[in-house]
């Protein structure tokens, strides 16, 4: 038999285009926006994820406007002087060039900086620009590891500086994510900013078969295992095929037992990476990672309470506070990746069979002095005596924590008092049951003319809440019996936990109960009550105010449920696509009660309701920029929906100025739906400009528009931000029925939460 080379090595970045799979689509947007002039270009990724890869693919795949291409590794001067970076960057450009840099000696960072911005514009002849891209890969390591605390300062001044005063300049940037995520500097603003994942199923399983495919005969169910334990990673799905081809090729078959024969050797086998990552972890995290890489939660996830539990089976005096931290510092590392606010996995899976190879928890918590590092937390840092209560110290809105199960229930009995009182509201629901309208299909909807009301006086901003530590469940969403039969026929409000664990119910009418959205204090959750053509919004008390460590509406009777729910509209019209305002007293809307879908926004407690916009052009899905000072929506100005924004209205439904409204989307197709991250620098929207409705992610401006879900043949609806900002969540119908999904922001790492061939679940939105 012909001796062949094996095709896969992890040891490099990809050399041959061919074997960089997954990142077509990443490349052509690169290229795109450089030839539309953009100029400073940042991609960041976890290690080895396959960036340096990326530079090297794009210096060859270039638009034939840039002229020249410099692709300058930075990793060589990790420690060195900036100024010797400085130097050895422009004896590369003026390589470039064709000409000679002789270094002098003793220079500072200005003068080499100095010398450097000439031998770039030496590229150009006078009068003319010529444009050149510079490549740096890993730039954050012109900073790392030195001593001058300014470092990093002082290399984006310069970045900065060189994008000012050489006109022909283009960055390209790569660096390492957490890196990135704690940078501020004005240079960024300005910058195209590309995080770099995981591959997709599809992708990954490319990688595994076709470089081998002429020899190696591949069993599906072995591909899936081998992108499942390198958790589609292109560096670990290299290394577990370099493997794989050494024992496979001359056989010609390639099966299960294959992959747990070569697994059993790689976890033998030294993995420096891996050693890394524990030799760069403190003794705690150390005992949350071997914990966790025991428990194996569900779907691969494993909330904090969990990795507590466990720990305290060896020691039930182990004390929460430092897990909490630990867990958060092995997230702001890459080690571990957030999946919404309470639940972990592991960046990469075959990490966790290391781990529990290599290490035992009884000897990894010997030693550690729990006492000393159990320091008093602030009020704002502790936990609640509710087993399974949201901790999120990564938070970005300040938390009022009530301790205590007294002072809770003092609350309860508050809150309640109000709604007998008589402060609050009740209407009943009206039996009625009907299809549900998607966004899609908005035309069909006939709207009902009624005469516009009079708007009610403004009344003052109540105080903000004080907010209550909440509980799991994390998601709200709406579900029904497939085919509207059954027990469930009709949409129902339900909860659940992160990990798509532990639903129950919430709503027991005959309506079609739609569109569930968690307020921002976690206290309510709004609703859109459908009777008949007539849809009416409801507040209602979030599940942890409804009782304690679970829900106890499911042992409530359907008259007794309906008392806890106030109708804020109450209008013949009917009132669609809600979204709470970032102080939880406003709920912005769309109405037909005009004859077309205008904005309005109504107080939370039903006491006041104010019309936004009223030109008669059509707009659906209002939502509110997490400052306040923005309001993005779906609007109908020619012949599909767009996504435009517009200063938003204040806390008196004042201040929205329509007329000064920008279109963000122009492409054929309608873009629905908008939601701002929680930072407010990126919005997500669903989108049928590729023929299927996807999940598409743009920057707050309209720029940088892409498909994230990358689906075809499916239907991806209803994005939602998870409260770090790192996942989306979605419902589609890409497993045969409605189920709801989590992904990764840039699409990777796609999770079916719901999985429920009898049940349609739809409409999902995170706990903030």
């Known amino acids: 038999m012909r001796e062949f080379a094996n095709p ?38 976890a290690d080895l994820i396959g960036k340096s890869s990326l530079a090297l693919a794009l210096r060859s795949e ?5 002229q020249h291409c410099v692709l300058f590794e930075c990793k060589p001067y990790q420690g060195c002087m900036i100024s010797e970076a400085w130097n050895e960057l422009a004896k590369a450009v003026a390589s470039q060039a064709g000409g000679q840099y002789v270094p002098l000696p003793n220079q500072t960072d200005e003068d080499s900086l100095e010398r450097l911005r000439a031998q770039l514009c030496s590229l150009s002849a006078p009068g003319e620009v010529r444009p050149v891209l510079l490549i740096l890969d890993d730039v954050h390591l012109l900073w790392a590891g030195q001593q001058d605390e300014t470092a990093r300062l002082r290399v984006l001044e310069a970045l900065s500086s060189l994008l000012g005063t050489v006109p022909s300049l283009r960055l390209f940037l790569t660096m390492s994510e957490p890196t990135f995520e704690c940078l501020s500097y004005p240079l960024l603003h300005s910058a195209e900013v590309l995080h770099l994942g995981p591959l997709s199923n599809e992708d990954a399983q490319q990688l595994v078969t076709r470089p081998a495919q002429i020899l190696i005969r591949f069993d599906p169910g072995a591909v ?37 024969a070569v697994l059993e050797e790689m976890l033998h086998q030294p993995e420096q990476h891996f050693k890394a990552i524990w030799e760069q972890s403190g003794a705690v995290e150390r005992a949350v990672l071997v914990a966790m890489s025991r428990i194996k939660g569900t779907h691969g996830l494993t909330t904090h309470q969990e990795v507590i539990t466990h720990l305290q089976r060896f020691d039930s005096e182990i004390p929460a506070q430092p897990i909490l931290k630990a867990l958060d510092q092995l997230a702001a590392r890459g080690v571990l990746m957030r999946m919404g606010a309470v639940s972990y996995r592991f960046r990469v899976k075959l990490f966790s069979y290391w781990l529990e190879r290599h290490f035992t928890l009884e000897r990894v918590l010997d030693g550690i002095d729990w006492e000393s590092l159990n320091v008093p937390m602030t009020v704002a840092e502790t936990p609640s005596e509710q087993p399974d209560d949201e901790i999120s110290p990564r938070s970005t809105i300040g938390h009022w924590i009530i301790a205590g199960l007294g002072t809770t229930a003092l609350l309860g009995l508050l809150l309640w008092g109000l709604i007998f009182a008589g402060i609050w509201q009740v209407d009943l629901f009206e039996s009625s049951s009907t299809p549900t309208v998607s966004p899609l299909l908005v035309d069909a909807v006939s709207p009902v003319a009624t005469p516009t009301p009079t708007p009610i006086p403004p009344t003052p901003t109540p105080t903000s809440p004080i907010i209550i530590t909440r509980t799991m469940p994390s998601i709200v969403f709406r579900a029904r019996n497939v085919g509207g039969v059954g027990d469930l026929p009709n949409w129902q409000i339900f909860v659940m936990n992160v990990d798509g664990s532990e639903r129950q119910r919430l709503t027991f009418t005959n309506n079609e109960d739609i569109t569930p959205i968690w307020s921002p204090d976690g206290r309510w959750v709004a609703y859109v009550s459908k009777r008949g053509e007539n849809r009416e919004i409801m507040v209602m008390p979030a599940p942890d105010v409804l009782g304690t460590a679970g829900i106890e509406a499911n042992r409530l009777s359907p008259e007794q449920y309906e008392t806890r729910a106030i109708n804020i509209t109450r209008h013949p019209s ?12 406003q709920i912005a809307f769309s109405s037909n009660r005009a004859g077309y879908w205008q904005v309005f926004v109504a107080r939370a407690d039903g006491t006041a309701t104010y019309p936004i916009t ?19 929506y779906s609007a109908k100005r020619e012949n599909n929906w767009d996504i435009y924004v517009m200063p938003a209205p204040g806390s008196d439904g004042q201040g929205a100025k329509p007329e000064q409204e920008r279109r963000l989307t122009s492409a054929e197709g309608n873009d629905l739906s908008p939601v701002y991250s929680p930072d407010g620098r990126r919005i997500a929207f669903e989108s049928n400009r590729d023929g299927n409705t996807e999940i598409y992610v743009m920057n707050a401006d309209g720029s940088n528009q892409r498909n994230v879900s990358n689906f075809p043949g499916a239907a991806d609806h209803g994005p939602v931000w998870s409260p770090d900002g790192r ?26 939460l719901t999985n429920t061939p009898d049940v349609d679940e739809q409409e999902p939105f995170w706990r903030p």
């Open 727 to 752: 996942q989306i969540m979605f419902y589609s119908n890409r497993a045969g029925n409605w189920d709801i999904f989590v992904m990764s922001v840039d699409g990777q790492n796609v999770v079916n």
């Open 62 to 66: 270039l638009p034939t406007e840039i």
């Open 8 to 45: 896969y090595d992890p040891t490099r970045p990809v050399q041959d285009r061919a074997m960089l799979y997954g990142r077509d689509d990443t490349l052509l947007w690169i290229g795109q926006q450089l030839a539309a002039g953009r100029r400073l270009f940042i991609v960041y990724g």
């Open 224 to 260: 899936r295992r081998i992108a499942d334990l390198a958790s589609n990673h292109p560096y670990y799905l290299q290394r577990f095929c370099y493997a794989l081809f050494e024992r496979c090729a001359r056989d010609g078959n390639l099966n299960q037992s294959d992959v747990d």
């Open 574 to 585: 009917n009132d669609w696509t809600i979204a709470w305002s970032p102080d939880s007293t």
């Open 614 to 632: 009223s030109d008669g052009v059509n707009r659906l899905s209002p939502v509110w920029s997490p400052d306040y000072k923005a309001m993005a």
